[in-house]
């Protein structure tokens, strides 16, 4: 969550608890009191696990392109120990040497087939590496996504608390209620590595 999102979450809560200051001290009051004070904690820890996240995506990223780019390296120089090889083959089949340069020409045509196949083997690694980076993003990007979900299910939560506050409406009460069950689930999918994902809302949200 960014600093901006920070802040104007943190400006709802206040203005949510200004209003429920200006009411009476009834226990429908307080108790709405106690469940936006619950949701804004919920939603802090969540909000730091998110940052943590975004981070090691991040990160993971950041080695995924450039394990791609010593991959491509890797193919271009196999590239050119291929094309040095064959050059070097249609020499020995077209030209006249003499036993020892033809030796020469063929030693260095198995070299350079040799380093083909090593830049080859090594590709592969690589490719199975800068993939497996690829994975650990995707899997975070679904944890993030959840985190983002739950922040925007606790902001609509905290809103209608308000307006509970102000209305006395005990229906949007439980339907805020709701909301913050719902961010509350999508979190904990996020803290414990759960798959649940919603992709409607987060089709909605993106």
Known sequence: MSITGESAMSEI?????????EKSDSSFHSV???????TATIMAICNIKDGNIVQAMAQAQAKSVDTWAFYQAKST??????NMGEQLNIQLTTG??????????EGKIKQYEAEAKRYDKEKEDIKKEAEGYQQQYDALNVHDDQFDMAEACFTVAIAMYGITALTRKRWLLVFAIV????????GLAGFLGWSFHPDWLAKLLG
């Open 96 to 105: 006249t040497f003499s036993p020892a340069a033809r030796t020469l020409l």
């Open 179 to 186: 909301l913050a069950g719902v961010g509350t689930l999508l």
């Open 77 to 82: 120089k196999q590239h050119m120990a291929e």
């Open 13 to 21: 809560a206040d203005s949510v608890q200004e209003a429920i200051e």
């Open 32 to 38: 709405i009191a106690v469940l936006v004070a619950l």
